[in-house]
């Protein structure tokens, strides 16, 4: 994690599938679908002034799942660790499937 990292606590409402969220200071994406949103330009700024969905393409799994997302909007590639409550089903089917 960068050492820019600000701790933000949000709830939100997934925009692609409607889960509400309870965030915990670190939650960047939905656990239901693993979607995000582009709002960061470093972890937990928030000064990103793209804020398009942030659609997961693969994962791959080490010793943790990392989640691999796409900008719908700009095109922008990033990723993350996995959370403990994300969708292990969504986690498993997005495994090593490169969009």
């Not at 949000?10 to 670190?26: I, R, W």
């Not at 994406?29 to 659609?55: F, Q």
Request: a positive charge; proline letters at 4%; charged letters at 25%.
């Amino acid at each position: 994690m960068s050492t820019n990292f600000q701790k933000c606590v949000e709830d939100f409402t997934c925009e692609k599938c409607g889960t509400a969220v309870k965030g915990n200071g670190y939650t960047d994406h939905c656990p239901n679908c693993l979607t995000g949103k582009h709002v960061d330009n470093k972890p937990g700024d928030r000064a990103a002034d793209c804020g398009a969905l942030m659609t997961p393409t693969h994962t791959e799994y080490a010793s943790d799942f990392t989640i691999h997302y796409k900008c719908t909007g700009c095109g922008k590639k990033s990723h993350v660790k996995a959370a403990p409550n994300d969708n292990e089903e969504k986690l498993f089917s997005l495994l090593s499937v490169k969009k």
